[in-house]
C-alpha cells in the first residue's frame, strides 16, 4: 500500500461535533517523557464514556497499571447521535459476506469512538497507540504480553490482546517464555484492547469511513481493511462489564429477535471463517 499523507480532520466529524476531540490527561506522570533511544513512542488511550461516571474507579485503576502515558479518550455517546448523523457513516449490507443484523445505535458509537482512538494516534503522529476499553483489567500476564506485542511492531502491525483462551488458532510469529504471538486464521471478536500502529490506524480510518457492521467484526475483515491483526497469547486482559454493572452498548431485544440472531448469527460466521482462509 502506499505511504501518503492522511488528514485524519476528514474522517472524523461526528467524534469532533460530539466531543471536542479533547482528551483528559491522567495522573501517570512517573511514565511520561521521551522513550528509550531507539524504541517506538506508543501512548495508551482508554475508551471511556463520560456519563459512565460509576467506571471512573475501574478506569484510574487501568490507567495506573498500563507501562506507558495514557490518556482518556471520551466516547461517542448515542444517545447523542442524531439521525441524519447515523446516516452519514452507516450503510447497511454494504460489504460482503453480509452483516444479517441492523447495528444498533449503542454498537454505532462504540464504532465511531473506537474511529476516534485511530485517528489520535495520527493525529499524534506516534509509532502506535495502545487502546483499551474502559471494563478491562490487566492481570500479571499482561507486562509479557506487552512485551511481545512490541517485538512484533512494525509498519502496518495491528496486535490484539484476545480476553478469551482457545478461540483463536493459527501460525506463532514470535514466542517469548510462555507468551506466543499467532496470526489468527479467523480473527477474534472484541475490542478490548489493542496494539496499533499509526500506518494501521490510517487504513482502517480509510476503510472505515462508512460502515454496516460492529467494529470487531469488521476488524476480522483484513481484504476490506488491509490490515492483518496479530493475537498474543495470553492476552493478559479481562473484560469485566458484569462488574461495572453490564455493557454501554448492548440493547433490549425481542424474543424474535434473539431466536433469529442465534440462527444467523453461526451462518454469519461460518462465513467470515470461509473467506478469512481465503485470504491466508
Known sequence: MQNREFNPSS?????????????????????????????PVIRAFVVHLDRARDRMPQVERLMAKLP??????????????????IDQVYRRRLHKPAYPFEMSTGEIACFLSHRKAWATIVEQDI??????????????????????????????????????????????????????????????????????????????LEATETFDRPVDTTAQMSWLTHVSPLAVLPGGVHEISSQLGGSTIKSSRTLLERLSREVLRPLYRARIALRSRRSI
Open 127 to 204: 509509532d502506535a497507540g495502545l487502546i483499551f476499553e474502559d471494563d478491562v483489567e490487566v492481570d500479571d500476564l499482561f507486562p509479557a504480553a506487552f512485551a511481545a506485542a512490541k517485538a512484533c511492531l512494525e509498519p502496518g502491525a495491528f496486535i490484539r490482546f484476545p480476553f478469551r483462551m482457545g478461540k483463536e488458532h493459527g501460525k506463532c510469529v514470535l514466542t517469548q517464555g510462555q507468551t506466543n504471538v499467532i496470526r489468527p486464521v479467523r480473527i477474534g471478536l472484541g475490542m478490548v484492547a489493542q496494539l496499533i500502529t499509526r500506518e494501521a490506524a490510517v487504513r482502517l
Open 11 to 39: 474522517a472524523i466529524p461526528l467524534e469532533r461535533s460530539h466531543m471536542g476531540f479533547g482528551f483528559d490527561k491522567v495522573s501517570n506522570a512517573s511514565k511520561l517523557g521521551s522513550p528509550e533511544p531507539g524504541q
Open 68 to 85: 506507558v502515558p495514557c490518556e482518556i479518550v471520551e466516547a461517542v455517546d448515542g444517545r447523542q447521535l442524531t439521525k441524519a448523523e
